[in-house]
């Protein structure tokens, strides 16, 4: 099988630790994909991006807020619409948190917010829901990482090595 040329999205899915409070955004009705459901935010790595810096970007032009980033809930393979090459993605999925959570400024591509608490979403959502095992897992990994280690990755980002360009 040939070397496929995959794109690379992100998503942030935004907690306020002072509420314990999740943000949930609905997408507009005038996407191309996933018009009306319920999601974090989302996007795609421009070509000479950095990952954490379009996660930055991409919470900027969503919720009019910068992202702090505290650790990576897991990574993702999937289409945006239908299953064509051009279409396949390669995502990674990022706890983040926002210093100003009364701040946040929905962009036109999304109808409305909230924020909820990990059981509200429980009883919101669909039970095959994508946000739902995303959600879990950051419950579990947020009981579980030393506070150290997330300084580690507010004061030093997760990228390894800088942007190293082999040849």
Request: aromatic share 10%.
């Amino acid at each position: 099988m040939p070397v496929g040329h995959f794109l690379v999205g992100i998503a942030a899915l935004i907690y306020d630790p002072t509420t314990q409070k999740y943000l949930l955004l609905k997408r507009a009705d005038t996407k191309d994909v996933g018009a009306g459901h319920w999601e974090c935010p989302t996007g795609r790595v421009d070509q000479g991006e950095g990952i954490e810096e379009a996660l930055v970007r991409e919470v900027r032009e969503e919720l009019q807020v910068a992202a702090r980033p505290l650790f990576i809930i897991g990574t993702t393979h999937f289409y945006r619409g239908k299953s064509v090459s051009e279409n396949e993605l390669v995502g990674l999925i990022y706890a983040c948190t926002i210093e100003t959570p009364d701040q946040v400024q929905i962009s036109a591509e999304h109808a409305e917010s909230r924020w909820m608490t990990w059981p509200e979403i429980r009883d919101f959502l669909p039970s095959d829901h994508w946000l739902l095992w995303v959600i879990a897992r950051a419950e579990k990994m947020r009981a579980l990482i030393p506070p150290e280690l997330i300084n580690t990755f507010l004061n030093e980002g997760f990228e390894v090595g800088g942007r190293n360009t082999y040849q």
